[in-house]
């Protein structure tokens, strides 16, 4: 696509329930990013796939996170068990390929609200 | 861990006068340096990129990096008010995604 895309734009979800967020990246766009921002806050990195491998998962919060990317296009990301804590924008970002001076694009995020 | 440091602001500019905002980061390997607008809730969007010692211009922004000193800065020439958001500054090195900084809100005053 011409953009990042991600969906749903907003979610609100009652405590201790899991949400999947879903990213579609540039097309052509090998690497893909996720990243967190809480309200006033920067960006928090949670983690990148080159193609469908994620040679980093440390930056997901805690095991109630997980992602995964099939097929080298789109991903998922799924909260277990949600928490109040958990209520941010969920920014996803693609680049040509990871790392060097690869330009990440940004899509227009998915805003969780948990109750 | 890759460090970069900014000053969170609020940095006050008069409408047409130059708005000057700075970045240092810790990883001396870095080797691409990025400045990013995100106006409230809204994603970033790239302003500049910059990969040489030296002075980069585009327009009224022009991007000015240091490696000896570890330092990136970000100059606005001509301030407007649509200029006023949250400016952040990025660095890669390795092979993972950008390290951002905390952002420095920036208020040009009409």
């Known amino acids: 696509g011409a953009g990042v895309s991600q969906s749903p734009s907003n979610k609100v979800t009652e405590k201790g329930k899991d949400v999947e967020l879903r990213c579609d990246p540039i097309?052509?766009?090998?690497?893909l990013y996720w990243y967190r921002q809480s309200l006033g806050q920067g960006l928090e990195f949670l983690i990148y796939?080159?193609?469908?491998?994620?040679?980093?998962k440390s930056g997901l919060p805690s095991d109630r996170f997980s992602a995964e990317r099939t097929g080298g296009s789109v991903s998922t990301l799924t909260i277990q068990r949600t928490q109040q804590e958990d209520s941010a924008v969920y920014l996803c970002?693609?680049?040509?390929?990871?790392?060097?001076?690869?330009?990440?694009?940004f899509g227009e995020g998915s805003w969780l609200t948990v109750v | 861990q890759k460090e970069v440091e900014q000053n969170s602001g609020p940095l006050s500019v008069p409408e047409g006068a130059i708005a000057s905002l700075n970045c240092t980061y810790s990883?001396?390997?870095?080797?691409?340096f990025f400045w990013y607008r995100q106006y409230s809730g809204k994603s970033p969007e790239l302003i500049m990129s910059?990969?040489?010692?030296g002075d980069k211009e585009d327009g009224r922004f022009t991007a000015q990096l240091n490696k000896a000193s570890q330092y990136v800065s970000l100059l606005i020439r001509d301030s407007q008010p649509s200029d006023s958001a949250t400016y952040l500054c990025a660095v890669t090195g390795g092979a993972d995604g950008l390290t951002f900084g905390k952002g420095t809100h920036l208020i040009i005053q009409p």
């Open positions: 097309s052509g766009h090998t690497a």
């Open positions: 990883d001396r390997v870095s080797q691409s």
């Open positions: 970002a693609s680049s040509l390929v990871a790392g060097g001076g690869n330009t990440i694009y």
């Open positions: 910059i990969y040489s010692n």
């Open positions: 796939f080159q193609g469908n491998s994620a040679p980093d």
